[in-house]
Protein backbone atom coordinates (compact mmCIF):
# COMPACT_ATOMS: atom_id res chain seq x y z
CA UNK A 1 0.00 0.00 0.00
CA UNK A 2 1.09 3.57 -0.73
CA UNK A 3 2.70 4.94 2.20
CA UNK A 4 2.86 8.57 1.08
CA UNK A 5 -0.93 7.75 -0.08
CA UNK A 6 -2.02 6.99 3.65
CA UNK A 7 -0.63 9.89 5.18
CA UNK A 8 -2.29 12.44 3.02
CA UNK A 9 -5.31 10.42 4.04
CA UNK A 10 -4.83 10.43 7.36
CA UNK A 11 -4.09 14.11 7.10
CA UNK A 12 -6.84 15.20 5.19
CA UNK A 13 -9.56 12.83 7.39
CA UNK A 14 -7.82 14.98 10.40
CA UNK A 15 -8.25 18.58 9.17
CA UNK A 16 -10.98 17.72 7.13
CA UNK A 17 -9.83 20.08 4.60
CA UNK A 18 -7.16 19.43 2.10
CA UNK A 19 -5.47 22.54 2.17
CA UNK A 20 -4.50 22.48 6.18
CA UNK A 21 -3.36 18.78 5.28
CA UNK A 22 -1.14 20.11 2.33
CA UNK A 23 0.40 22.57 5.16
CA UNK A 24 1.04 20.07 8.02
CA UNK A 25 2.56 17.77 5.25
CA UNK A 26 4.48 20.60 3.97
CA UNK A 27 2.86 20.25 0.39
CA UNK A 28 1.26 21.87 -2.18
CA UNK A 29 -2.91 21.11 -1.96
CA UNK A 30 -2.71 19.39 -5.53
CA UNK A 31 -0.23 16.96 -4.43
CA UNK A 32 -2.39 16.38 -1.72
CA UNK A 33 -5.25 15.32 -4.09
CA UNK A 34 -3.04 13.75 -5.96
CA UNK A 35 -1.95 11.54 -3.72
CA UNK A 36 -5.37 10.92 -2.22
CA UNK A 37 -6.98 9.97 -5.62
CA UNK A 38 -3.96 7.69 -6.32
CA UNK A 39 -4.95 5.52 -3.00
CA UNK A 40 -8.49 6.02 -4.11
CA UNK A 41 -7.59 4.21 -7.05
CA UNK A 42 -5.79 1.49 -5.51
CA UNK A 43 -8.52 0.48 -3.10
CA UNK A 44 -10.85 1.03 -5.79
CA UNK A 45 -13.27 3.02 -3.32
CA UNK A 46 -13.95 6.60 -2.91
CA UNK A 47 -12.25 7.87 0.49
CA UNK A 48 -14.11 11.50 0.72
CA UNK A 49 -17.15 13.15 0.04
CA UNK A 50 -16.48 16.96 -1.14
CA UNK A 51 -20.03 18.61 0.11
CA UNK A 52 -19.17 22.61 -0.08
CA UNK A 53 -16.63 23.71 1.72
CA UNK A 54 -16.32 20.54 3.96
CA UNK A 55 -14.77 17.08 3.27
CA UNK A 56 -16.20 13.94 5.11
CA UNK A 57 -15.36 10.69 4.92
CA UNK A 58 -17.44 8.35 3.57
CA UNK A 59 -18.44 4.73 4.93
CA UNK A 60 -15.03 3.45 3.05
CA UNK A 61 -12.81 6.25 4.21
CA UNK A 62 -14.45 5.55 7.97
CA UNK A 63 -13.57 1.87 8.34
CA UNK A 64 -10.29 2.69 6.64
CA UNK A 65 -9.14 5.61 9.43
CA UNK A 66 -7.89 3.53 12.09
CA UNK A 67 -6.47 0.70 10.03
CA UNK A 68 -4.42 3.24 8.39
CA UNK A 69 -3.35 5.18 11.57
CA UNK A 70 -2.28 1.28 12.83
CA UNK A 71 0.16 0.65 10.19
CA UNK A 72 1.56 4.47 10.13
CA UNK A 73 2.12 3.88 13.58
CA UNK A 74 3.84 0.32 13.18
CA UNK A 75 6.11 2.33 10.68
CA UNK A 76 7.40 4.62 12.39
CA UNK A 77 7.62 2.15 15.64
CA UNK A 78 9.84 0.32 13.06
CA UNK A 79 11.92 2.97 11.94
CA UNK A 80 12.88 4.13 15.42
CA UNK A 81 13.90 0.22 15.85
CA UNK A 82 16.30 0.15 13.39
CA UNK A 83 17.33 3.86 13.80
CA UNK A 84 18.35 2.56 17.83
CA UNK A 85 20.81 0.29 16.32
CA UNK A 86 23.08 2.64 15.44
CA UNK A 87 23.54 4.14 19.17
CA UNK A 88 23.15 7.73 18.18
CA UNK A 89 20.74 10.21 20.07
CA UNK A 90 19.17 12.17 17.56
CA UNK A 91 16.69 12.95 15.71
CA UNK A 92 13.22 14.31 16.71
CA UNK A 93 11.46 14.09 19.79
CA UNK A 94 7.67 15.04 20.35
CA UNK A 95 7.52 16.07 23.62
CA UNK A 96 4.04 17.37 25.26
CA UNK A 97 3.35 18.93 28.21
CA UNK A 98 1.10 21.27 30.07
CA UNK A 99 2.08 24.80 30.74
CA UNK A 100 2.34 24.84 34.75
CA UNK A 101 4.90 21.63 34.50
CA UNK A 102 6.74 23.76 31.59
CA UNK A 103 6.74 26.64 33.64
CA UNK A 104 7.82 24.81 37.07
CA UNK A 105 9.41 21.82 36.77
CA UNK A 106 10.96 21.31 33.38
CA UNK A 107 13.04 24.44 33.27
CA UNK A 108 16.36 22.67 34.06
CA UNK A 109 15.64 19.12 32.78
CA UNK A 110 15.27 20.70 29.31
CA UNK A 111 18.52 23.01 30.33
CA UNK A 112 20.46 19.10 30.74
CA UNK A 113 18.98 17.61 27.59
CA UNK A 114 19.66 20.16 25.29
CA UNK A 115 23.00 20.37 26.36
CA UNK A 116 23.51 16.90 26.71
CA UNK A 117 21.99 15.89 23.21
CA UNK A 118 22.67 19.01 20.59
CA UNK A 119 21.41 16.47 17.44
CA UNK A 120 18.24 16.27 18.87
CA UNK A 121 15.58 18.30 17.43
CA UNK A 122 13.08 18.76 20.83
CA UNK A 123 9.79 19.45 19.16
CA UNK A 124 7.17 20.90 22.43
CA UNK A 125 4.01 21.12 22.63
CA UNK A 126 1.74 22.68 25.79
CA UNK A 127 -1.19 21.14 26.39
CA UNK A 128 -3.61 19.89 28.88
CA UNK A 129 -2.03 16.62 30.74
CA UNK A 130 -5.49 14.50 29.38
CA UNK A 131 -4.44 16.00 25.95
CA UNK A 132 -1.16 15.03 26.23
CA UNK A 133 -2.24 11.48 27.61
CA UNK A 134 -4.56 11.11 24.81
CA UNK A 135 -1.80 12.21 21.97
CA UNK A 136 0.65 9.55 23.40
CA UNK A 137 -1.83 6.95 23.12
CA UNK A 138 -2.65 7.86 19.78
CA UNK A 139 1.15 7.89 18.40
CA UNK A 140 1.13 11.47 18.17
CA UNK A 141 3.39 12.39 20.79
CA UNK A 142 6.21 9.56 22.02
CA UNK A 143 6.72 10.95 25.69
CA UNK A 144 4.27 13.23 28.10
CA UNK A 145 5.37 15.37 30.93
CA UNK A 146 2.44 15.54 32.90
CA UNK A 147 -0.01 15.37 35.73
CA UNK A 148 -0.09 11.35 35.89
CA UNK A 149 -4.18 10.54 35.34
CA UNK A 150 -5.92 8.20 38.45
CA UNK A 151 -6.79 5.48 35.98
CA UNK A 152 -4.57 5.59 33.30
CA UNK A 153 -5.48 3.82 30.00
CA UNK A 154 -3.92 0.39 29.13
CA UNK A 155 -1.90 1.86 26.52
CA UNK A 156 -0.58 4.15 28.79
CA UNK A 157 2.55 3.41 30.52
CA UNK A 158 3.45 6.28 33.54
CA UNK A 159 6.65 6.50 35.45
CA UNK A 160 6.05 8.82 38.90
CA UNK A 161 8.75 11.61 39.06
CA UNK A 162 7.96 14.19 41.36
CA UNK A 163 5.30 14.00 44.25
CA UNK A 164 3.13 17.65 44.21
CA UNK A 165 1.38 18.41 47.77
CA UNK A 166 -1.82 20.54 47.09
CA UNK A 167 -3.26 23.08 49.00
CA UNK A 168 -6.56 24.75 50.07
CA UNK A 169 -6.00 28.57 48.86
CA UNK A 170 -8.09 31.72 49.38
CA UNK A 171 -7.09 35.28 48.80
CA UNK A 172 -5.77 37.48 51.96
CA UNK A 173 -9.05 39.16 51.47
CA UNK A 174 -11.20 36.48 51.73
CA UNK A 175 -13.65 35.74 54.80
CA UNK A 176 -12.09 32.28 55.26
CA UNK A 177 -8.64 33.52 55.44
CA UNK A 178 -6.62 33.44 58.85
CA UNK A 179 -9.50 31.45 60.39
CA UNK A 180 -7.18 28.74 61.25
CA UNK A 181 -8.70 25.51 60.24
CA UNK A 182 -11.75 25.47 57.50
CA UNK A 183 -14.09 22.19 57.81
CA UNK A 184 -15.03 20.48 54.35
CA UNK A 185 -18.31 21.00 54.68
CA UNK A 186 -18.14 25.23 54.90
CA UNK A 187 -15.86 24.48 52.03
CA UNK A 188 -18.19 22.68 50.05
CA UNK A 189 -20.96 25.37 50.31
CA UNK A 190 -18.43 28.35 49.36
CA UNK A 191 -17.45 29.69 45.94
CA UNK A 192 -14.69 27.28 44.56
CA UNK A 193 -12.36 28.52 41.15
CA UNK A 194 -11.06 24.72 39.77
CA UNK A 195 -9.68 22.99 36.51
CA UNK A 196 -12.36 21.62 34.36
CA UNK A 197 -14.38 18.40 35.01
CA UNK A 198 -12.12 16.29 32.65
CA UNK A 199 -8.91 17.81 34.26
CA UNK A 200 -6.87 15.00 36.80
CA UNK A 201 -6.68 17.70 39.46
CA UNK A 202 -10.23 18.62 39.62
CA UNK A 203 -11.14 14.60 39.83
CA UNK A 204 -8.66 14.38 42.85
CA UNK A 205 -10.42 17.29 44.80
CA UNK A 206 -14.08 16.09 43.35
CA UNK A 207 -13.55 12.57 44.94
CA UNK A 208 -11.94 13.97 48.29
CA UNK A 209 -15.64 15.66 48.48
CA UNK A 210 -17.40 13.26 47.16
CA UNK A 211 -16.20 10.61 50.08
CA UNK A 212 -18.02 12.68 52.40
CA UNK A 213 -21.28 12.92 49.96
CA UNK A 214 -20.36 16.32 49.43
CA UNK A 215 -20.60 18.53 46.12
CA UNK A 216 -18.23 21.67 45.76
CA UNK A 217 -19.61 24.73 44.33
CA UNK A 218 -17.45 25.05 41.24
CA UNK A 219 -18.77 29.04 40.13
CA UNK A 220 -15.62 29.23 37.80
CA UNK A 221 -13.70 27.03 35.40
CA UNK A 222 -10.08 27.36 33.83
CA UNK A 223 -7.55 25.09 32.93
CA UNK A 224 -4.26 27.25 33.67
CA UNK A 225 -3.50 27.10 37.19
CA UNK A 226 -1.77 31.01 37.02
CA UNK A 227 -5.15 32.48 36.11
CA UNK A 228 -6.72 30.28 39.21
CA UNK A 229 -3.82 31.64 41.21
CA UNK A 230 -4.98 35.18 40.20
CA UNK A 231 -8.56 34.99 40.32
CA UNK A 232 -8.32 33.66 44.15
CA UNK A 233 -5.75 35.91 45.11
CA UNK A 234 -7.92 39.01 44.11
CA UNK A 235 -11.19 37.00 46.33
CA UNK A 236 -13.16 35.46 43.63
CA UNK A 237 -12.95 32.37 45.84
CA UNK A 238 -11.01 28.98 47.02
CA UNK A 239 -9.42 26.64 45.38
CA UNK A 240 -6.90 24.04 45.57
CA UNK A 241 -2.98 24.65 44.01
CA UNK A 242 0.48 22.95 44.01
CA UNK A 243 2.46 24.03 47.12
CA UNK A 244 5.36 25.37 44.63
CA UNK A 245 2.99 28.38 43.71
CA UNK A 246 2.04 29.50 47.22
CA UNK A 247 3.19 33.30 48.08
CA UNK A 248 2.08 36.29 50.23
CA UNK A 249 -0.75 36.83 47.97
CA UNK A 250 -2.45 33.71 48.89
CA UNK A 251 -3.74 32.40 52.46
CA UNK A 252 -3.36 28.64 52.80
CA UNK A 253 -6.35 26.52 54.78
CA UNK A 254 -6.40 24.05 57.06
CA UNK A 255 -8.89 21.65 56.14
CA UNK A 256 -9.12 18.60 58.68
CA UNK A 257 -9.21 14.74 56.96
CA UNK A 258 -8.34 16.69 53.57
CA UNK A 259 -4.38 16.47 52.42
CA UNK A 260 -4.75 16.42 48.33
CA UNK A 261 -1.77 15.78 46.48
CA UNK A 262 -1.11 15.04 42.72
CA UNK A 263 1.57 12.90 41.21
CA UNK A 264 3.47 14.28 37.84
CA UNK A 265 5.60 12.19 35.70
CA UNK A 266 6.54 10.84 32.23
CA UNK A 267 4.30 9.16 30.02
CA UNK A 268 4.70 6.61 27.03
CA UNK A 269 2.99 4.27 25.07
CA UNK A 270 3.18 0.69 26.35
CA UNK A 271 3.91 -1.21 22.91
CA UNK A 272 5.51 1.67 21.13
CA UNK A 273 9.62 1.47 20.75
CA UNK A 274 11.16 4.13 21.99
CA UNK A 275 13.76 6.42 20.16
CA UNK A 276 17.12 6.64 22.20
CA UNK A 277 16.27 10.24 22.30
CA UNK A 278 13.11 9.46 24.04
CA UNK A 279 15.08 7.04 26.37
CA UNK A 280 17.69 9.99 27.21
CA UNK A 281 15.16 12.01 27.98
CA UNK A 282 13.42 9.54 30.72
CA UNK A 283 17.04 9.07 31.86
CA UNK A 284 17.47 12.75 32.44
CA UNK A 285 13.99 13.39 33.91
CA UNK A 286 14.53 10.68 36.47
CA UNK A 287 17.86 12.43 37.38
CA UNK A 288 15.71 15.45 38.21
CA UNK A 289 12.89 12.83 40.18
CA UNK A 290 11.60 14.92 43.51
CA UNK A 291 13.67 18.06 42.95
Same mark, same amino acid.
Given at each position: MDIAGLRAFLAVAEQESFS? @? =?AELHLSQP?? &???? @??LEATMKVRLFDRIGHRVLLTEAGAALLPRA? %?? +? +? /??EDSQRAIANLSGRVEGRLYLGTSHHIGLHRLPPVLREFVAGYPEVRLE +? %?? +? /? &?? @?VCAAVVAGELELGVVTLPVDPPPALMTEPVWDDPLSVVVGRDHPLAGQGRVDMTRLAGTPAILPGPETFTRQIIESEFARRGLRIEAELSTNYLETIKMLVAVGLGWSLLPDSMLDEQLSALTVPGLAPHRRLGIVHHRERTL??? =?? =?????? =? %?? %? /??
Open positions: A @A =AAV &SKRV @AAR %RI +L +L /DI +L %RF +L /D &SE @ASNA =AR =AMLETV =A %RH %R /DS
